[in-house]
């Protein structure tokens, strides 16, 4: 079965302080790992997609990586408008389904 | 271009009563997905949809159920609503197998169950 286990839960920065969110998940076949930004009272953004251990994305002050176990979301230098939780999530090869197995979060919060 | 849409927003029902929330793709998408959001256990997968076929199901009760029109807009049902079903439905579009295509999801109909 596919597992996502994200680390920390809970994360309190203050502005410019950067650091990074842990991704560690099991899966059977790797299509993509994916990563996602939730803000309260809507649904998850995309952020990122990896394929292959190796691999890393960027945005802005994110940074995406991945090995074969683990995926890590690098914040440099955070703003408050980076508070959110973000949501790593995991798609296995079961027939071409695009079901996504997620992780519970990490809630950050970037302190002005 | 615009976002997956779900009606309506915001849902109180009463336990035994039945729900029908509505999902609207964007355009060009024909997978549509649907995930449960509660605080204890995070997103969990409902089911998935693709040229109106069930392509997956979660673990979930059968009271739980989903349909996909023509036009690739979805519908899920909820039947004998308990009060554990309160909770965040999330629907989801994605082009589906080519090549990057994420999901994108929509707001949420949050439900509430007394």
């Known amino acids: 079965e596919d597992q996502v286990t994200q680390s920390p839960e809970a994360l309190r920065l203050q502005e410019g302080e950067s650091s990074s969110l842990n991704c560690s998940y099991t899966?059977?076949?790797?299509?993509?790992l994916f990563w996602y930004r939730q803000d309260p009272g809507k649904g998850p953004e995309f952020l990122f997609t990896l394929y292959s251990a190796g691999e890393e994305k960027e945005k802005e002050r994110l940074k995406a990586t991945l090995t074969k176990k683990e995926s890590f979301l690098h914040i440099t230098a955070p703003k408050p408008e980076d508070s959110a939780t973000y949501l790593c999530?995991?798609?296995?090869?079961?027939?071409?389904?695009?079901?996504?197995?997620f992780g519970k979060g990490t809630k950050l919060t970037v302190n002005p | 271009k615009a976002g997956v849409t779900q009606t309506p927003r915001y849902l109180i029902k009463t336990r035994g009563q039945q729900v029908t929330l509505s999902c609207s793709p964007i355009?060009?998408?024909?997978?549509v997905s649907w995930y449960q959001q509660t605080p204890g256990q995070g997103l969990q997968f409902l089911f998935e949809y693709f040229s109106e076929t069930q392509r997956n199901k979660g673990n979930f009760p059968g009271r739980f159920s989903g349909r996909q029109f023509s036009n690739s807009r979805s519908e899920m049902n909820v039947s004998t609503l308990e009060l554990g079903d309160s909770a965040l439905y999330l629907c989801?579009?994605?082009?589906?197998?080519?090549?990057?295509?994420?999901?994108?999801f929509g707001n949420g109909t949050r439900l509430t169950v007394t």
């Open positions: 355009s060009g998408h024909r997978s």
């Open positions: 999530a995991v798609q296995g090869s079961q027939g071409g389904s695009e079901k996504l197995v």
């Open positions: 989801a579009s994605s082009t589906a197998g080519t090549g990057d295509s994420p999901l994108h």
């Open positions: 899966v059977s076949g790797l299509r993509g």
